[in-house]
């Protein structure tokens, strides 16, 4: 099973204070580059992967999905998420994405932002995806860049002149990583981009776009904590379709 990081109280109250959490959508700056990576979602299905707050669940409805199911493993998302959302056409359920059953070509559009670093593999994931989308349905994410997971144990180093920079730790050692980040021992997995891409042609999808995603300068100019973001690759957008 996923570790269940987001019950754990420490962690959700000090992810209750995020950017992200507390503007939704407009907190996340890699949200305008992820939103360009979506089909025309007009009456179509979505499966919203590791749903959170629903954020994702509700722009996809403002976007004219038909219907919209949100999973997630942690009963204070989910919680959060029902107390944020007045639409009977959005469903919430609990759910491990480890033992997530999806009907086959049943959905238009699987959704992940974020969550899919937690997983151990994701082979398997990719494979219940592709069986769940209609043909020439999309399987839309981000997760974080291999760059930032390799280095969860090493991060911003010094060197001699007093210059930081980025320390990648191992990069081809693919496996577990543990953090202390908004609590004790949370649990990511570091595996190279090849890796990623890979299981995705192993599935069946076509890769459609694999953006490495970076601030822009305007979006610098506003929140300047986001120069950090521009030395290297935080997270990865990837689009992909099931073409029969």
């Keep these: 099973m996923t570790q269940n990081i987001y019950d754990n109280p420490a962690f959700f109250e000090g992810y209750a204070q995020l ?4 503007q939704g959508l407009d907190g996340a700056p890699e949200w305008p580059a992820l939103k360009s990576l979506l089909p025309d979602l007009t009456g179509k299905s979505v ?23 949100g999973i997630d493993i942690s009963e204070k998302m989910l919680t959060r998420a029902a107390e944020l959302t007045a639409d ?20 238009d559009l699987v959704y992940s932002s974020l969550a ?60 577990q990583r543990v953090s202390n980040w908004l609590a004790d ?25 694999v953006n490495e995603w970076g601030p822009t300068q305007a ?4 929140w300047s904590a986001l120069a950090e973001e521009a030395e290297r690759p935080m997270l990865v957008l990837i689009a992909a379709r099931k073409d029969q």
């Design 116 to 175: 899919l670093h937690y997983l151990p593999e994701l082979d398997t994931l990719f494979a219940k995806a592709q069986r769940a989308l209609k043909p020439g349905g999309s399987l839309v994410f981000s997760m974080e860049h291999p760059i930032y997971t390799c280095a969860s144990r090493q991060g911003w180093l010094t060197d001699d002149n007093g210059e930081r920079f980025w320390g990648v730790n191992h990069y081809q050692d693919e496996g």
């Design 219 to 222: 979006q610098i100019d506003a």
């Design 47 to 69: 499966v919203d992967l590791g749903c959170g707050y629903g954020w994702f669940c509700r722009a996809a409805r403002e976007l004219g999905a038909a219907h919209v199911t």
């Design 185 to 209: 021992g949370v649990i990511k997995y570091h595996r190279t981009l090849g890796t990623t891409l890979n299981a995705l042609i192993r599935a069946g999808l076509t890769i459609s776009n």
């Design 19 to 22: 950017p992200r959490s507390v």
């Design 88 to 107: 009977p056409l959005i469903h919430y359920q609990r759910s491990d994405l480890d033992s997530l059953s999806l009907d086959e070509n049943s959905v």
